[in-house]
């Protein structure tokens, strides 16, 4: 892959395709925690001589947080203490024209890409160069700076497109993520302890079912969401617990369990809210008004005596309704636990690395990353799209 220091960009017209996609408040719609805003910092400073064009999408078609790009500028612009200008426009005129007038060290964010239709939809990268939010913006750039590497495993043309038509080499934190990783990747004797939570349910499933059958799991220890729908598959509890209705998903837990039974632990106790405070309780114990929010005290000591037989161990969003104070035990024990182990740890996703960041614990993870899906995929070894599209280029450009 090629570095930024490759490509003279001085007075140049840069894309830089990042990943500022930001959890947002569902009343407020404000972005609650601006941890890919501050990681991409650094790649936005490395570009400072050239005119840039900076474009991320920002949540998904449908969601609360499908939301405009306008907050993003402003919130970067005090990160980096220079000026952001934000056009409401992808490649449409408003766009094309501010791009044409840019100055070097001007900085312009473009709005949500997923505000485009194509920017919604995989496609092979011959078919991205064609699209017209590809073929637009492309006429009036130079190069092309990947650094989305939390969006790496979608083919969606600002990801693959870009790339064909003009250089594209890494931003700072594809580079960080693949120094960190590759080896890990490609040496697969590596098997992980995988600590998973969080809320993307079938991309949560679809993740786990790969990293089985890439064979690089040794143990899957659940909580969050994702561990309240194998919950519901053991039908150990009452389906009202665990908050889930979603019976397509709760079948795949039920079929992974069922196949790997070896593979999975899951929570033996957990906290529910009675009076606005945390209850713990065995799962015996829950009735069809509990709403589980957390694990409990006894599975954070099954899940420690795991880590602590662990050589490398992966985790991915929180283990419980983190937001709430009553339901962080789980969370932030766990990643206490690991912060203190000897083995190789990586995290996975903007809320747990603002978490680490809030315990003052991230200086002693092995690896702490904000990406999610992506990282999941690039640990199972599968092909990610962008860092094929940064391979690609460089062949295309050194020869
Ligand atoms: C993420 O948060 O995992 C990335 O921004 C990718 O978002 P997506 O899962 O909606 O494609």
Redesign the pocket.
């Known amino acids: 892959m090629l570095s930024i220091q490759d490509l003279d960009i001085k007075g140049k017209t840069v894309f830089l395709r990042c990943?500022i996609?930001s959890p947002i408040d569902p009343d407020s719609l404000k972005i609650l925690d601006d941890s890919r805003l501050l990681e991409v910092a650094e790649t936005i400073d490395a570009l400072k001589d050239s005119k840039l064009i900076v474009a991320s999408?920002q949540?998904?078609l449908g969601k609360s947080d499908y939301v405009s790009m306008e907050q993003h500028a402003p919130a970067l612009s005090k990160l980096l203490n220079r000026k952001i200008d934000f056009v409401p426009d992808v490649f449409g005129p408003t766009a094309i024209d501010t791009i044409k007038n840019l100055e070097t060290g001007d900085i312009l964010l473009l709005d949500n890409l997923r505000f485009t239709a194509e920017e919604n939809a995989e496609m092979l990268p011959k078919d991205a160069i064609k699209s017209h939010l590809v073929s637009k913006l492309a006429e009036h750039i130079d190069y092309c700076v990947l650094d989305?590497f939390?969006?790496s495993?979608?083919s969606h043309p600002s990801i693959v497109g870009f790339a064909e038509l003009r250089p594209a080499c890494a931003g700072k934190i594809v580079e960080r993520e693949v120094k960190a990783l590759k080896g890990i990747v490609e040496d697969s004797n590596t098997k992980f302890t995988a600590i998973l939570g969080g809320a993307?349910i079938p991309?949560r499933l679809k993740s786990i079912q790969k990293l089985i059958e890439a064979g690089r799991i040794e143990k899957a220890l659940l909580g969050g969401l994702i561990g309240n729908v194998f919950l519901a598959a053991t039908e150990k509890v009452p389906l009202e617990a665990t908050s889930i209705d979603d019976e397509k998903s709760i079948n795949t837990a039920k079929s992974l369990l069922e196949k790997y039974p070896e593979k999975f632990m899951l929570a033996d106790d957990v906290a529910v809210e009675v009076d606005g405070k945390r209850t713990e309780k065995s799962l015996s114990e829950l009735n069809s008004s509990d709403r589980i929010f957390d694990i409990g005290q006894k599975t954070i000591n099954k899940y420690s005596q795991q880590i602590d037989n662990a050589e490398n161990i992966f985790i991915t969003g929180p283990l419980g309704m983190f937001e709430n104070s009553e339901f962080r035990l789980g969370t932030t024990e766990i990643l206490t636990k690991l912060s203190n182990t000897n083995a190789r740890t990586i995290t996975s996703?903007?809320h747990l690395s603002a978490v680490l960041s809030q315990l003052d614990l991230k200086d002693k993870i092995y690896h702490v990353s904000t990406?999610?899906?992506?990282l999941i995929r690039y640990l199972t070894g599968e092909e990610l799209p962008l860092l094929n599209a940064l391979n690609n280029s460089a062949d295309k450009h050194t020869k």
């Not at 990406?371 to 992506?374: F, I, R, S």
Request: no cysteine; glycine share 28%; net charge positive.
């Open positions: 990943d996609n999408h949540g998904r989305a939390s969006t495993h979608r993307k991309d996703g903007g990406a999610g899906g992506a």
